[in-house]
Every structure is written in C-alpha cells, then in structure tokens.
T-cell receptor
Framework: EDQVTQSPEALRLQEGESSSLNCSYT??????LFWYRQDPGKGPEFLFT???AGEEKEKERLKATLTKKESFLHITAPKPEDSATYLC????????????FGKGTLLTVNP | SQTIHQWPATLVQPVGSPLSLECTVE??????LYWYRQAAGRGLQLLFY??????ISSEVPQNLSASRPQDRQFILSSKKLLLSDSGFYLC???????????FGQGTRLTVV
C-alpha cells in the first residue's frame, strides 16, 4: 500500500527565515510526486510534479527536490503570504492516476 | 484554459436527508474525474474516480455513490446522510495525457 508521511506537522517561521518541509514516501513504482498548497477553506493548488530522483523544480521562493525515498520543499526567505498547508502526494504506476496524500504541513510565517 | 466548478460551497443537512454535490469541468475533454474527502487531521481520502462516462470506481465502502452522466460532469450522492459524512469534499480532474490533478474549491458539508 502506498504511504506518504509529511513532517513536521506544523512549522512556524519568521519572515525571511528559510527552512524545508519533508515528505517521505513508499510506493510500488513511482509515476510522480506532487506538491500542493492549500489555503484554509479552499481546494489544493497545484505547485510541482517531480518524476525521478535528482529532479528539482522551482517557483518563486519554493524549490522541490526528489530522492528515491523522500522529497523536500525548500522555502527561501518566506513571506507571510506563504503561510498555508503544504500537501505532498504520490502516484503509482498502474494506479489510474490516483493520488495518495500525506496529512500536510501547516506553515505559518510571522512578519 | 481548463476550469473546474464545484457547488455548493457550504451545505448543512440533517441526518437522513439526501445529498447531491455537482462538479463540472470546462476546457478539456475526456478528463479523469475524482472525488476526495478531507477530514480534520487527516489527509485527503480518495472516494471515487472515473475515467469515462458511466465508469465509476469506488475506493472506500461507504454511504456515498458517484455518477458521471456526461463527459465533464461528476456527481456525488447519498440517499441518507450520516453524521460521519460531514467533511470537506473536493472534486478534481486530471488529463489522460498527464499526471497532475487539479482541484475545485470544495464543499464544506455539515450533517446535523
């Protein structure tokens, strides 16, 4: 069974204080690993897809990296508007494109 | 560009009442469609997915059902709601040519 574990559950940063979120996964043949951002009361917003170990993707202050067992979402010099829950999901080959999600990391960036 | 619409945004229903949540996608054809539920403190749980009209796969045995009467329409239903059906319901679509899923804005269902 595919599993995704995200840590920490919650992270509080000061504006400008860089950090990383972790996503550990177990999947029988990875098709893709996905990062989403979710604001309170809203649907998840797609950020990145990573397909193979060593791959990196960047968007503004966010950079996602992938190894064979985990993914990191690096946040550089965060701003208060980066506060949200960040979700990680995996998709296995032969899964009809279904996503298995972790519980998320609640990020709070204080001004 | 593709867009996904989901309604209503919030819903309060009594126990034992029926449910119908609707989701439509614009700007694409033959999408894969999904219903997820998000409960407090838990990750998103896949409820149903559909790869075509009339083709529904259920992931979790429960009090809910899904239907896909048209290519870009996905409906989540229940004949009699339970208290445990409360949660945040999310519809999503994905293309058959890629892997990403894109979510609607969700429906907050409270069963009282």
């Amino acid at each position: 069974e595919d599993q995704v574990t995200q840590s920490p559950e919650a992270l509080r940063l000061q504006e400008g204080e860089s950090s990383s979120l972790n996503c550990s996964y177990t999947v029988s043949g990875l098709r893709g690993l996905f990062w989403y951002r979710q604001d309170p009361g809203k649907g998840p917003e797609f950020l990145f897809t990573l397909y193979s170990a060593g791959e990196e993707k960047e968007k503004e202050r966010l950079k996602a990296t992938l190894t064979k067992k985990e993914s990191f979402l690096h946040i550089t010099a965060p701003k208060p508007e980066d506060s949200a829950t960040y979700l990680c999901a995996v998709q296995a080959r032969g899964s009809n494109y279904k996503l298995t999600f972790g519980k998320g990391t609640l990020l709070t960036v204080n001004p | 560009s593709q867009t996904i619409h989901q309604w209503p945004a919030t819903l309060v229903q009594p126990v034992g009442s029926p449910l119908s949540l609707e989701c439509t996608v614009e700007g694409t054809s033959n999408p894969n469609l999904y219903w997820y539920r998000q409960a407090a403190g838990r990750g998103l749980q896949l409820l149903f997915y559909s790869v075509g009209i009339g083709q529904i796969s259920s992931e979790v045995p429960q009090n809910l059902s899904a239907s896909r009467p048209q290519d870009r329409q996905f409906i989540l239903s229940s004949k009699k709601l339970l208290l445990s059906d409360s949660g945040f319901y999310l519809c999503a679509w994905g293309g058959s040519w890629n892997t990403e899923a894109f979510f609607g804005q969700g429906t907050r269902l409270t069963v009282v």
